[in-house]
């Protein structure tokens, strides 16, 4: 529907405006799975999947520090 749309723009557009330049490690959390990315994607990555394993490992490194 236009209204679902309208939302995932301006979330999308949100969420532009949170991304770290300065952190882009922390931009993975940003994620709220939505999938919009991954019908986008010529080369069907499974960015949502991905993007959680970064989030772990991201986690676990900086546990250790």
């Given at each position: 529907?236009?209204?679902?749309?309208?939302?995932?723009?301006?979330?999308?557009?949100?969420?532009?405006?949170?991304?770290?330049?300065?952190?882009?490690?922390?931009?993975?959390?940003?994620?709220?799975?939505?999938?919009?990315c991954e019908q986008k994607c010529p080369q069907k990555i499974p960015i949502?999947?991905?993007?959680?394993?970064?989030?772990?490992?991201?986690?676990?490194?900086?546990?250790?520090?």
């Open positions: 529907s236009t209204k679902a749309v309208a939302e995932i723009l301006q979330k999308t557009e949100k969420q532009k405006k949170e991304v770290s330049h300065e952190n882009p490690n922390g931009n993975a959390t940003l994620c709220d799975k939505c999938r919009v949502t999947q991905e993007l959680e394993k970064v989030k772990q490992e991201l986690s676990r490194r900086s546990a250790l520090f």
